[in-house]
Structure formats: C-alpha cells, structure tokens
C-alpha cells in the first residue's frame, strides 16, 4: 500500500507540472473567507497551499473577509450587524469594531498561519501607504431604481497603487490585505472584501481572480453547480433573479475583473481542503469558471 500510496503521490505531483509552468511568476489574488477563516484544519491548509505556491514561483495576494469574527465582537458589545444588498451598513462605532478586527485579529492570524507554514507574509491594510484610496460609497436601491442607501463608512476603491504589492512581491513576501480604504481626508472606510480582490487583481494584471466562499460555487435555480460562465451568461443570472445577496458583491467583482483583463476567475468551496490547489494543479478543477 505504501508504494501504491507512493506512486499516486508521483502521479499527482506529474500532473501539476505543466500548470506550475503555466502559471509561473504570474500574480493570483486570491480572497480568503468563509469557513476557511474559522475552521483550524481548513485554516492550517489554506496557509500551506499559499506557501506552496510561492515556493512554485508564483505571486499570490491574499485578500481577506472577516465576517463571522466582526458579528462575534458586536454581539459582545450589544450590537447587531445589518447589511443591505450584500453590504455591511458601518456606523462609527461599528467601523471602529470592524478595523480591529479585520486590521489587527484576523489580519495578524493570517499572516503568522503563513509565517508559521514556512512562508513571509505582510500584513497591511488601504492605510499602509495610502495604497488602496477610497470614498463613501452610497448604493443604489435594487427595489427602487434611482434611490440611493446610504450604508454609513463603507467605502468603494477609486484609486489602488500596485507598487507596495510590487516591492512585497519582489521579496518573496506574501501580501495579506485587509480590506480597509483610506479617504482624500483620511476618513477610514469598510470595504467589501470581495471589491477589494477584484479590483486588486485589476490593477496587478492578475492571471487569476480566486474566491473562495461557502458554497460549491455558482448554483442555478434547482441548486446545480454552473461551471464555465461568460460576463454576459452571469447578467442573465442576476436579471433572473438566481443570484441574489451576499453573492452580488462577489458576482459584480468576478465580472468588472474579467472585463479588465484578469484572464480566468474562479469561484470555489473554501469549505473543501486544499481548494485552491485542486483548482490550480489538477485537470478537473473545481468550482466555477468565470471566462476573462
């Protein structure tokens, strides 16, 4: 058995060969949350495949959520999060809660899981030299076209300067940004994590877009998994009505990034250990394939 588990192990690692050339010196984003963040074995794997693929040449970019810790800490001090198509609504002291825990608990979690698996990871936020720029962001009202929501401190990315994520790359770090923005007066800004990825692997040129979430991916109507989309097939989706809540954000991210140039984005089960390399390294793949 020990040869045949032996053998197996060769065969697979044969099999990742052509995409570790493929993908060599090339940038992935990848955005990190859902029960990947919380469960310790998914957590400890998740760590070892972005070493991994550091270690193979390639560039990942970590960008991570942090819903489930931040209800967590306002359920401690009274409070209950309320969100509005997909978005956190941030008062003042809910912004406060959110840039602790996602700038100083989650964010240092993650890199010192990464620096433990034999990496060098960074942790930073949009305030680490002003790189990721922002303003309020106010929405537009899906029930009610025209009307406009205000969410509070949410923020939405006007502006990204790559060359911080350049100087980690160029040091064999791995970055792992949380999601905060910074305003024209130094206001600080919530932003959704999945808008921070997309528009990350916009900037970076990214080969890929990865975000890994808590279903198997897209689902239709009777909860089938959809594999290879186009921009055009996910708009029907979403006039139909099949994709809806927490998803749009995703959604709108996965589709702005492959209308800029990100050649493939996948979205995938970070319930699943070792997703990302099932994705990356093997011929199946999983998830759901957006084409760019």
């Known amino acids: 058995m020990d040869n045949i588990t032996a053998q197996t192990t060769a065969r697979v690692l044969s099999e990742a060969l ?18 990947a963040m919380t469960d310790p074995v998914l957590k400890a ?15 990942p970019v970590v960008v991570h959520g942090g819903g489930p810790q931040i209800e967590e800490l306002l359920k401690r001090v009274g409070k209950k999060g309320e969100f509005i198509q997909g978005m956190r609504v ?20 993650i ?16 305030k680490d030299g002003n790189f990721i720029r922002a303003r309020k962001l106010m929405m537009e009202s899906k029930d009610k076209p025209g009307e406009v929501i205000d969410v509070g401190q949410v923020g939405d990315v006007t502006k990204i300067d790559p060359s911080l994520i350049a ?8 970055p792992v940004i949380a999601p905060i923005g910074v305003g024209d007066k130094g206001e600080t800004y919530n932003i959704n994590a999945d808008v921070i990825a997309g528009k990350l692997a916009e900037v970076l040129k990214a080969e890929k877009l990865i975000l890994l979430t808590n279903t198997p991916g897209v ?20 006039r139909d009505g099949t994709l809806s809540g927490g998803m749009l954000p995703k959604i709108s991210s996965a589709l702005d990034a492959a ?31 957006i084409h760019g």
């Open 18 to 35: 052509p995409y570790i050339q493929r993908f060599h010196n090339k940038t992935l984003v990848i955005k990190y949350g859902g029960n």
């Open 45 to 59: 794997a998740f760590a070892r495949d972005v070493v991994l693929l550091k270690a193979v040449g390639m560039n």
């Open 90 to 109: 941030t008062d003042d002291e809910t912004m406060d809660i959110v840039e602790m825990v996602l700038g100083g608990q989650v964010n240092k979690d």
């Open 111 to 126: 890199v010192n899981l990464i620096n433990q698996a034999g990496g060098k990871a960074v942790g930073l936020t949009g």
């Open 167 to 174: 100087f980690l790359d160029s040091g064999d770090f791995i």
């Open 219 to 238: 689902l239709d109507r009777n909860g089938q998994l959809l594999t290879g989309l186009t921009p055009r097939g996910i708009d029907e989706l979403v």
């Open 259 to 289: 209308r800029a140039g990100v050649k493939s984005v996948h979205i995938i089960d970070g319930r699943v250990e070792h997703a990302i390399l099932l994705e990356l390294f093997t011929d199946a793949g999983v998830g759901t394939l």
